[in-house]
């Protein structure tokens, strides 16, 4: 699972892209968010492929200070937005009564499995809403892509891994990269000391599994005007690219 937060003054920007192997009727995706988004698209995977590759660790060292930031109607469900999303049925819903979301949802061919109900019990004691995403009719697993979601500015950047894990795999990675004007690091776990010598891969598990999983590795944290900008793409999936180094200043991975 690959995130993307891009955090400005003026927007909160979420991008999310998650794996999937399956049926397309049987493609379920529901995301606990704080607030309503402001707008929900699409995001070029090949964007995110080439995030990717430029941010690899390079194991050098430095010395900046680590910040993050760490996290409403009651009854009936409230629908705070229906709409097609690339090829994407997505909705935002909310109610402090868990099992009213679940049967406005699976009324509405989402679907959500018992695994999910009691996490969404605890998102919703929370505060928490829900994006529920399903594929649209016609659409295939091959036209999954990535979401993009705006937020309004302040929005915390946090990832809600109880969900996760329904469907994680036992070594399953999940890499977030943070575009904003400075150095960001975990706010609720550890970040965690991984030695660079051997397979780092490895190393990061086994680092991982010392504290439970519940820890964090700084790969990179540069800014963005050292990463090369020399791709030959261009098109969508460069402007997509462009654009979000061009409007932070520093990228945390």
């Known amino acids: 699972e690959r995130i993307v937060f891009a955090i400005s003054d003026e927007r909160t920007t979420m991008i999310a892209q998650v794996r999937y192997v399956g049926a397309p009727d049987e493609f379920a995706w529901i995301l606990p968010i704080g607030v309503v988004p402001d707008r929900m698209d699409t995001f070029p995977i090949g964007a995110l492929d080439v995030l990717d590759d430029l941010s690899r660790p390079t194991f050098s060292s ?3 200070d680590y910040e993050y930031y760490g996290s409403p109607d009651t009854g009936p469900v409230v629908v705070h937005a229906e709409e097609q999303v690339g090829p994407y049925e997505a909705a935002v819903v909310e109610s402090d009564d868990v099992d009213a979301i ?25 505060g928490m809403m829900f994006l529920a995403l399903r594929l649209r009719a016609g659409a295939s697993v091959g036209d999954i892509e990535p979401l ?40 609720n776990w550890s970040e965690l000391d991984v030695p660079e010598d051997g397979n780092w891969a490895v190393n990061v598990a086994r680092a991982a599994d010392e504290f439970g999983g519940l820890g964090w590795v700084t790969e990179t944290a540069v800014p963005t005007s050292t990463l090369p900008r ?17 409007e932070h200043r520093y990228l945390t991975r």
């Open 62 to 64: 430095c010395g900046v």
């Open 102 to 126: 679940v049967a406005w949802l699976r009324e509405r061919d989402f679907r959500v499995t018992e695994a999910m109900i009691p996490l969404m019990a605890e998102y919703a004691g929370e």
């Open 148 to 187: 993009l979601m705006d937020f309004p500015a302040g929005t915390p950047a946090s990832i809600p891994l109880r969900m996760t894990a329904i469907a994680a795999q036992p070594e399953m990675a999940i890499r977030v990269f943070i575009l904003a004007d400075r150095k960001y690091g975990p706010g």
């Open 230 to 246: 020399d791709w030959s793409f261009a098109g969508e999936t460069g402007a997509a690219l462009d654009a979000l180094l061009d």
